[in-house]
């Protein structure tokens, strides 16, 4: 709770601090400033290259260590790599995004912070842990629901509906679950398998690839939305 709630509040301040200053130049500015702190912590692009990239074992153990860094399964065998992109996408950015939209710039760090312990459990108890992943899950229901319908509109519109009605519409269990079907759905079928070392680079993983396509288009369609709200809400 400490860990939440001192920096909120301490953000808080320094926001009610810089209200209405300078017609609002210095508090957009720490908005974004924020917005920026709390992105990532890892380029989610350079993520996947190195993992296509990836010449050895070793340096494709590490590339899947930091790509799968973000999902809360046990076991990386449990989740695609595609899903782990979308998981990724959610956990790194939209949904840093959408609670900076919701409520400014504590909302972003409030999120980040949640997920940060979400994604460190040895530093809770087993029944805070718990607890806290079931606040996660409760966060991420609406940046979840809001990525599958960008994904169809971005991608293909119908197969990703249905997914979303498969997987329990509104009623879905898990954000991971929704988003790795949703990826599945919005992504073009591709044959064969090209992700191997022996094949030129440019045909290696081409699902993956179009996996991080998708989330540059549902990121730009998220940008454009994020700065017309910032732009409505600055002028009042």
Known sequence: LLCLAVPMLLLGLLQWLLHERVYGIPQMVLGVLVLVLCWGPRDLERDVEALVYAEDAAQREQALSHLY?????????????NHAVAVAMLRRALGVLFWFLLLGAVGALAYRLLVMLALRPELLSLRAGERLRGVLAVVEWPVAQLMVLTMALVGNFQPVMLAWQQAGRWNA??????????????????????????????????ALRQAMLLCWRMLALWAALMTVWMLAAWWG
Do not use: N
């Open 69 to 81: 860094g973000d999902t809360l399964q046990p076991g990386r065998e449990a989740t695609v790599m």
């Open 173 to 206: 269990p898990q954000a991971e679950d929704l988003l790795g079907q949703a990826m599945d759905a919005a992504l073009p079928v591709l044959g064969g398998e090209s992700d191997k070392a022996d094949v030129p680079v440019w045909e290696r993983a081409p």
